[in-house]
């Protein structure tokens, strides 16, 4: 056990900690697709939440139309104020096509329709649905440092299971990226960026004030994106991260459509766009190699944890995919982010009431 601070304040499970947090207060946001529709991770979590009893519940749906309607019927089953966005319908997409902020699809987007409509409680959380260790002290651990004087909160955990070490974009890309970036540059934001456990995470919390400040990732990029936007509005002394324990969740493949290396090209996008903004100019012709040997250097470090642990652990497999990733570390090219709230063409009601109308519609 440890009690280590960063330099951003740390909170730490010392024995199944249950803090008192205002959670009637709080609006959760939990992103859906089709394929975790009953299942027992997703069934798990709104189990949970009934216990948690949140103000309200925001799921962003994103499925097509012969499959939504089971989806939205099953949400009615838990005893919550769930309020479901379907992400593909087509007044949505109509609304959004009418400003320019249709685009491309993808977690980040829906996460980006619920938290405008999440904003209109103080608090507001985000979790995923498939995680099958999830526990109803998450939330609760989540809000308990912004009613402390924090305004954003990010849940940190081991990647552990199966006997071996998970983790794999945080552990081979985002770290020792941040770490290669870092070699030659003092630039507060990397500090920050290098503070968090498990950057990656798709947990955190924020105020409402926040959540509007944000500038959302359409994709996989989601989590360095909202960390970039966190350090400009809440920065080290506003920041706290939260111990969430062990988490156990759907794995990817390397290669494929929506495998590691489709989100490693976003992850990095999202991490040098956010380190560009604040100041840092990277020297793109020497990084990808700065990487691949500060990732190198950790799988030894992962290895030897691994064997302490009596974990397995396939170090050449490891480097292979360090190999794959330092492919994504490259300028970041166009920004298609999401506007903050605050700056938005449309409403979070007029969000609302288009994904209402298209659900009507369903039905």
Not at 69 to 83: C, G, S
Not at 164 to 191: E, H, I, K, M, W
Not at 200 to 227: C, D, H, K, M, N
Request: charged share 25%; net charge negative; hydrophobic share 40%.
């Amino acid at each position: 056990m440890e009690y280590v601070q960063e330099q951003v304040t740390t909170l730490h499970d010392f024995g199944d900690a249950r803090p008192t947090a205002p959670t009637n207060r709080a609006a959760v946001v939990v992103p859906m697709t089709e394929r975790e529709h009953g299942s027992l991770a997703a069934e798990q979590v709104f189990t949970a939440l009934e216990s948690v009893a949140p103000d309200r519940v925001v799921v962003p749906l994103r499925a097509d139309a012969t499959a939504a309607p089971a989806v939205i019927d099953w949400l009615d089953e838990f005893a919550l104020d769930i309020e479901p966005l379907w992400c593909d319908g087509p007044r949505l997409g109509d609304l959004l096509a009418d400003e320019d902020l249709n685009g491309t699809r993808g977690k980040g987007r829906d996460v980006w329709l619920a938290l405008g409509v999440a904003a209109e409680s103080p608090y507001v959380a985000v979790h995923d649905a498939d995680a099958t260790s999830y526990s109803a002290e998450h939330v609760p651990r989540l809000l308990f440092p912004l009613d402390h004087g924090y305004s954003f909160s990010k849940g940190y955990y081991a990647r552990v299971e199966n006997g071996q070490l998970y983790g794999r974009l945080f552990r081979l890309l985002y770290r020792p990226l941040v770490r290669a970036l870092a070699a030659d540059n003092d630039a507060d934001v990397l500090g920050y960026l290098e503070s968090f456990r498990y950057a990656l995470a798709g947990e955190f919390a924020a105020t409402s004030e926040t959540v509007r400040s944000l500038r959302v990732q359409r994709g996989w990029g989601l989590e360095v994106g909202t960390l970039g936007d966190a350090y400009a509005a809440a920065g080290f002394g506003g920041s706290a991260q939260v111990d969430l324990g062990r988490h156990e969740h759907d794995h990817r493949a390397v290669s494929g459509p929506a495998g590691l290396t489709t989100m490693a090209d976003q992850v990095a996008a999202a991490l040098l766009r956010v380190v560009e903004q604040h100041g840092v100019a990277p020297d793109y012709e020497t990084l990808p190699d700065r990487y691949e040997t500060a990732a190198t250097r950790l799988t030894r470090a992962y290895a030897t944890d691994a064997a302490f642990n009596g974990l397995s652990y396939d170090r050449e497999d490891e480097r292979r995919q360090v190999a794959e990733y330092a492919d994504s570390v490259h300028p970041p090219g166009e920004d298609t982010r999401l506007p903050a709230w605050t700056d938005a063409p449309v409403s979070p009601d007029e969000v609302r009431e288009a994904a209402r109308r298209d659900v009507e519609a369903l039905r």
